[in-house]
């Protein structure tokens, strides 16, 4: 009796094993590699008289794609992650040039496709020269000379940093921070150097302060930073070398930023910061509209 109820026992124990370990494995669906992409390029300002645009170089893609769940844009060898499928690219070489943009379409357990699409497009905008000479230190007596100057969040002035309604036209209209208010979350030590080669360079001292989920969703997982609400202070992000652009839509100076170049606060979007004003000596105030068009974000910045 003894040795059955010992059999029972062991074959009890190899079956609950059995199970348990049919428990712990998990499927993760079919691997289907995306396909079927579709791009479409809306030229800002085309129509049946200027179909290459109004000449701000701006053009809006759209990207779909059976099995996808992000996109990815590559231009000029630098990448802009999308998880919509939508991006802004702004385009500054002056005259009507074609331009080769590729979308790579991610799908499950990181398959992917890819399409490229040509786009012709008018840029007509040169920056005037105080613009420039403001930015990054041009001197109309020395235009080849090789120039820039380094920015950072003017901390220490009232509303420096805050939000409002997208298209609003009053600073910070619904929350601006205080002088010094956002000391320890990553954002005023950050220093943005632009030079006159086109580069853009964020120093971040190691780490960064940004929107959760577009900080996230863009540059990775949250390693260290405090999550703060819908802020992750202090995440953790080396220094990086972007791109710069300045075109001007509508009329209005927009800094465009390559990839997912940011300057102050990460808000994901198109990266592209509207000069809201420039007339004070040594800042500008800047203003950028978030990934979900839900805030337009504001910024005092200041020469370093």
């Given at each position: 009796?003894?040795?059955?109820?010992?059999?029972?026992?062991?074959?009890?124990?190899?079956?609950?094993?059995?199970?348990?370990?049919?428990?712990?494995?998990?499927?993760?669906?079919?691997?289907?590699?995306?396909?079927?992409?579709?791009?479409?390029?809306?030229?800002?300002?085309?129509?049946a008289?200027?179909?290459?645009?109004?000449?701000?170089?701006?053009?809006?893609?759209?990207a779909?794609?059976?099995?996808?769940?992000?996109?990815?844009?590559?231009f000029?060898?630098?990448?802009?992650?999308?998880?919509?499928?939508?991006?802004?690219?702004?385009?500054?070489?002056?005259?009507?040039?074609?331009y080769?943009?590729?979308?790579?379409?991610?799908g499950?357990?990181?398959?992917?496709?890819?399409?490229?699409?040509?786009?012709?497009?008018?840029?007509?905008?040169?920056?005037?020269?105080?613009?420039?000479?403001?930015?990054?230190?041009?001197?109309?007596?020395?235009?080849?000379?090789v120039?820039?100057?380094?920015?950072?969040?003017?901390?220490?002035?009232?509303?420096?940093?805050?939000?409002?309604?997208?298209?609003?036209?009053?600073?910070?209209?619904?929350?601006?921070?205080?002088?010094?208010?956002?000391?320890?979350?990553?954002?005023y030590?950050?220093?943005?150097?632009?030079?006159?080669?086109g580069?853009?360079?964020?120093?971040?001292?190691?780490?960064?302060?940004?929107?959760?989920?577009?900080?996230?969703?863009?540059?990775?997982?949250?390693?260290?930073?405090?999550?703060?609400?819908?802020?992750?202070?202090?995440?953790?992000?080396?220094?990086?070398?972007?791109?710069?652009?300045?075109?001007?839509?509508?009329?209005?100076?927009?800094?465009?930023?390559?990839?997912?170049?940011?300057?102050?606060?990460?808000?994901?979007?198109?990266?592209?910061?509207?000069i809201?004003d420039?007339?004070?000596?040594?800042?500008?105030?800047?203003?950028?509209?978030?990934?979900?068009?839900?805030?337009?974000?504001?910024?005092?910045?200041?020469?370093?």
């Amino acid at each position: 009796m003894k040795n059955i109820n010992y059999i029972k026992t062991v074959l009890f124990a190899v079956v609950f094993t059995f199970l348990g370990c049919q428990e712990d494995e998990y499927s993760f669906g079919d691997i289907v590699t995306p396909s079927n992409i579709v791009i479409t390029a809306e030229i800002v300002g085309a129509d049946a008289a200027n179909p290459n645009g109004d000449g701000s170089g701006v053009v809006n893609f759209t990207a779909t794609a059976d099995n996808a769940v992000s996109y990815k844009y590559v231009f000029n060898g630098e990448e802009t992650v999308s998880l919509s499928g939508n991006n802004s690219i702004s385009f500054s070489s002056l005259g009507l040039n074609t331009y080769t943009v590729t979308v790579v379409a991610s799908g499950t357990a990181g398959v992917s496709s890819s399409k490229s699409i040509e786009v012709d497009v008018l840029s007509t905008y040169a920056p005037p020269a105080d613009l420039i000479a403001k930015l990054y230190g041009y001197d109309p007596a020395d235009p080849t000379a090789v120039t820039s100057r380094t920015w950072k969040v003017h901390s220490a002035k009232n509303k420096h940093f805050g939000l409002g309604p997208v298209g609003g036209q009053v600073l910070t209209e619904w929350y601006g921070a205080g002088p010094d208010e956002k000391a320890g979350t990553g954002m005023y030590d950050d220093r943005f150097t632009f030079s006159s080669d086109g580069t853009f360079t964020h120093v971040t001292n190691g780490t960064v302060f940004g929107r959760d989920p577009y900080i996230v969703n863009d540059l990775g997982p949250n390693a260290s930073g405090n999550v703060n609400g819908a802020d992750i202070e202090n995440y953790a992000f080396d220094d990086y070398t972007a791109s710069w652009t300045l075109t001007a839509p509508g009329g209005t100076e927009t800094i465009s930023l390559s990839g997912t170049a940011f300057v102050g606060y990460y808000t994901g979007g198109n990266h592209q910061y509207q000069i809201f004003d420039r007339e004070t000596p040594n800042e500008m105030i800047l203003k950028t509209t978030d990934a979900n068009a839900e805030f337009d974000w504001w910024f005092i910045i200041t020469l370093e």
